[in-house]
């Protein structure tokens, strides 16, 4: 079976701060691992994925992510927050039986001017 | 040129009515979902079709009937609705099922208020 859990459902940065979005997953196969974005009233976007290799992963819009097996994390990263970040991030896991994508309860990034 | 495209984007409606939401891609993918989203953001998968037929189907209640004419369409029946059914129900797809190592691409969703 496979879980994700992210932590924190809501994170304040202010604008040109770092980001950081935790992400830590369970999953008894190698992990398939997403970062999605939802901004108001629209649809999931994809951000960026781990599947494998490069275990450091760059998105669009400046994000990134990187996977580490030893602390079954994939939190996402941004060097400096705009106020366009502000948005709902969700974390993802597949890879395992049963071909479903498993998503984390999300986390609201809110940006202050 | 909209890739996911669902319809209506807003439906309110009545306790015991019947009401669909349709959707297509033209991404030519094999694998389409529909997902609910409840008022906490918390994204649930209902079913997935691979090529016209059922992959997945969670516990769903069974007044909710999805149905996939050709691989691009993929709709989703409600009969009887209920208060409980008010969320944002997303249509997706995907090249392939079996991997897990793509990403879906999701529609702008349908807001279904149940009055």
């Known amino acids: 079976a496979q879980s994700v859990t992210q932590l924190g459902s809501h994170v304040s940065v202010s604008e040109g701060a770092l980001v950081l979005l935790r992400c830590n997953y369970s999953?008894?196969?190698?992990?398939?691992l997403f970062w999605y974005v939802q901004y108001p009233n629209q649809g999931l976007q994809l951000l960026l994925k781990?599947?494998?290799?490069?275990?450091l992963v760059k998105g669009i819009n400046g994000f990134e992510a990187e996977f580490k097996k030893s602390e079954t994390s994939f939190h996402l990263t941004k060097p400096s927050a705009h106020m366009s970040d502000a948005a709902e991030y969700f974390c993802?896991?597949?890879?395992?039986?049963?071909?479903?994508?498993?998503f984390g309860a999300g986390t609201r990034l809110f940006v202050k001017a | 040129d909209t890739a996911v495209s669902q319809t209506p984007k807003y439906l309110v409606t009545q306790m015991g009515n019947d009401k669909s939401i349709k959707c297509e891609q033209n991404?030519?993918?094999?694998?389409m979902y529909w997902y609910k989203q409840d008022s906490k953001k918390f994204l649930k998968i209902m079913f997935s079709?691979?090529?016209?037929?059922?992959?997945i189907n969670e516990t769903v209640p069974n007044r909710f009937s999805p149905k996939s004419p050709d691989k691009a369409h993929l709709n989703l029946h409600i009969n009887s609705l209920e208060l409980g059914d008010s969320a944002v129900y997303f249509c997706?797809?995907?090249?392939?099922?079996?991997?897990?190592?793509?990403?879906?691409?999701f529609g702008q969703g349908t807001r279904l208020t149940v009055v």
């Open positions: 997706a797809s995907s090249p392939l099922l079996a991997t897990g190592q793509d990403e879906a691409f």
């Open positions: 999953s008894s196969v190698p992990p398939y």
């Open positions: 781990y599947t494998t290799g490069a275990t």
């Open positions: 993802a896991v597949s890879g395992g039986g049963g071909f479903k994508t498993i």
């Open positions: 991404l030519g993918h094999d694998t």
């Open positions: 079709y691979n090529n016209k037929e059922l992959i």
